[in-house]
Every structure is written in C-alpha cells, then in structure tokens.
C-alpha cells in the first residue's frame, strides 16, 4: 500500500500518466472520427516496400477491423505501461519513469502511423 501512496504522489511519474492517458484517448478518438466520416468501402491498411518507387502493389485493403486494432492498440498500451510501472516503481523510480516514457513513444507512433494510413485512402 506504501508503494502505491508514493507511486502516486510522484510529479513526474503522474506527468507522464497523465500525457499517455491523453495520447491513448487523443488516438482513439482521432481514428474512431476518422473512421466515421462514412468512406466505408475501403482503406489502406499497410504500406509495403515504400522505400521503391518501382513497387508493385505497395498498398493492401482492408476493413475497419484492422484499423480499429490501432484503438484496441492504445488502449492495451496504457494499461500495461501503467502495470508495469507501478510494479517497477519498488525496484527503482528511472525504470518505472523509462517504462511510462517508451509508453509515451509507443502512443505517439500509433497516432502518427494512424494518421498516415487514413490519409492514404
């Protein structure tokens, strides 16, 4: 319970809670917006070999369901660099402050690799 109460009274670790608790959110909801703006016929959902400009088939289809694994994605990223941290925090306070921060690059480059596909189609 201790380890908790001062998990929890940490600056810098309720900072970067509380940035990767608005990345994770700020992402869901910019995708599930994006998804619902009605082109449900088809969206890109990989870029393949992109480096080539002489590539054939770069791009795959596919349906909402994959997109909506980014969402599912942040949501799964949150909650285990949350978990992970709090049982990290006893051993030493930088690993639990690494592990939120590699959170805060994994809920950046989901937006980002998110936008990217959306604008695709």
Same mark, same amino acid.
């Given at each position: ?51 080539? !400009? ?35 925090? !006893? ?31």
């Amino acid at each position: 319970m201790a380890v908790s109460k001062k998990y929890f009274h940490d600056h810098l670790i309720m900072l970067l809670l509380s940035v990767n608790g608005f990345l994770a959110i700020g992402a869901s909801l910019f995708i599930l917006v994006s998804l619902s703006n009605g082109h449900s016929n088809g969206y890109i959902v990989q870029c393949r070999d992109c480096s080539n !400009p002489a590539a054939v088939n770069k791009f795959t289809n596919g349906g909402i369901g994959e997109l909506l694994s980014f969402v599912v994605f942040a949501a799964l990223v949150l909650i285990a660099h949350t978990v992970l941290s709090i049982r990290a925090y !006893p051993i030493h306070r930088q690993l639990a402050i690494a592990i939120l921060s590699l959170g805060l690059l994994l809920l950046s480059l989901t937006l980002i690799v998110g936008n990217s596909l959306l604008v695709l189609r």
